[in-house]
């Protein structure tokens, strides 16, 4: 196994990988490919933290980060950062390739100096990596009322204590609706993929 930082020239089998790997999970279809397309130009893209895995020379998953905010009570912002999509190939999923990319990447995190870091998952996963539920830390979900305990919602210090005293309101950036607020482009970029059948399964989102 090795894990690098992904090259211009991995872009497309990285996108198809994530394609293969959110394919009908949330949402028939997904569009977690075209999200990681878009965010390569996005300037809060962190080039740095931008890795895939390896094994046998096959690229088998990727993950990326971004920048994010948490916006204060007193109104004032408080820099955050979030990751995903996280994509391991389906024929190697529930063998713990996720997680041994996640830590290496939050390691990576960690040494850049990046504080926390907030996101949308399961605890039931992603506990083993450190995550809690985000209330627990004073940090709310801005599309969930202030005093829910979301536990979708998770966070992680990296720097420890980097939230305390601090109470606010986490927002998800807005790159991560680019498929939704550009949906001629994202079906214009769909159609360059071979075609795969979009199901509704239970378990979906949306």
Same mark, same amino acid.
């Given at each position: 196994?090795?894990?690098?930082?992904?090259?211009?020239?991995?872009?497309?089998?990285?996108?198809?990988?994530?394609?293969?790997?959110?394919?009908?999970?949330?949402?028939?279809?997904?569009?977690?490919?075209?999200?990681?397309?878009?965010?390569?130009? #996005?300037? /809060? %893209?962190?080039?740095?933290?931008? @890795? $895939?895995?390896?094994?046998?020379?096959? *690229?088998?998953? =990727?993950?990326?980060?971004?920048?994010?905010?948490?916006?204060?009570?007193?109104?004032?912002?408080?820099?955050?950062?979030?990751?995903?999509?996280?994509?391991?190939?389906?024929?190697?999923?529930?063998?713990?390739?996720?997680?041994?990319?996640?830590?290496?990447?939050?390691?990576?995190?960690?040494?850049?100096?990046?504080?926390?870091?907030?996101?949308?998952? #399961?605890? /039931? %996963?992603?506990?083993?990596?450190? @995550? $809690?539920?985000?209330?627990?830390?004073? *940090?709310?979900? =801005?599309?969930?009322?202030?005093?829910?305990?979301?536990?979708?919602?998770?966070?992680?210090?990296?720097?420890?204590?980097?939230?305390?005293?601090?109470?606010?309101?986490?927002?998800?950036?807005?790159?991560?609706?680019?498929?939704?607020?550009?949906?001629?482009?994202?079906?214009?970029?769909?159609?360059?993929?071979?075609?795969?059948?979009?199901?509704?399964?239970?378990?979906?989102?949306?």
């Amino acid at each position: 196994m090795n894990i690098r930082l992904e090259q211009p020239n991995d872009y497309r089998e990285v996108e198809n990988l994530t394609r293969e790997a959110f394919w009908n999970v949330y949402a028939p279809g997904c569009v977690e490919h075209y999200v990681l397309n878009q965010y390569r130009s #996005n300037p /809060d %893209f962190i080039p740095e933290l931008d @890795f $895939v895995m390896e094994e046998d020379g096959k *690229i088998i998953g =990727h993950v990326m980060f971004s920048k994010a905010e948490i916006v204060k009570e007193d109104g004032s912002i408080l820099q955050a950062w979030t990751f995903g999509p996280i994509s391991i190939h389906p024929d190697y999923k529930r063998k713990g390739y996720g997680l041994k990319l996640l830590k290496y990447a939050l390691e990576k995190a960690k040494a850049l100096g990046i504080g926390v870091i907030c996101m949308e998952g #399961n605890i /039931d %996963f992603y506990k083993h990596a450190g @995550f $809690v539920v985000a209330s627990t830390l004073g *940090i709310h979900y =801005h599309a969930e009322p202030k005093d829910s305990e979301v536990p979708y919602f998770l966070a992680q210090e990296l720097i420890p204590s980097y939230l305390n005293g601090i109470e606010g309101t986490y927002h998800t950036p807005k790159g991560y609706y680019v498929a939704f607020e550009n949906k001629e482009a994202f079906e214009t970029y769909e159609a360059t993929f071979p075609k795969k059948e979009k199901k509704r399964l239970e378990g979906q989102l949306m």
